[in-house]
């Protein structure tokens, strides 16, 4: 397999499945589950199209501005943070991959 589908936004599980309806010349990629589906005139369109999540997106954006605020505050202030906020940083980092 030279992709990798994501989870189906509506029922989350991973059972998204590739298809080419050669008599309708579309490219479809399907939840198995519960059936919802988009299709386009390529491949490589319809695979991008699935995995796309404009919301996690618009989430690690904020999380990231999240985490560049607290850095921010934390040179700002003249003593060292609370355990809980550095906690808290080092999820933030992990959640980014940072
Ligand atoms: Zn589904």
Redesign the pocket.
């Known amino acids: 397999m030279d992709y990798e589908l994501k989870y ?6 991973y ?2 499945q590739y298809q080419y309806w050669e008599d309708r010349n579309d490219h479809v990629v399907a ?6 589906n988009v299709t386009a005139y390529s491949k490589q369109q319809v695979i991008n199209t699935w995995n796309k999540r404009p919301e996690e997106e618009k989430l690690l954006k904020l999380l990231h501005e999240c985490y560049m605020r607290f850095k921010s505050y934390q040179m700002d202030v003249d003593m060292s943070p609370p355990e809980h906020h550095r906690d808290f940083m080092k999820r933030i980092e992990a959640a980014l991959g940072t």
């Open positions: 189906c936004p509506l029922c989350d599980v059972a998204a939840c198995l589950q519960c059936g919802c």
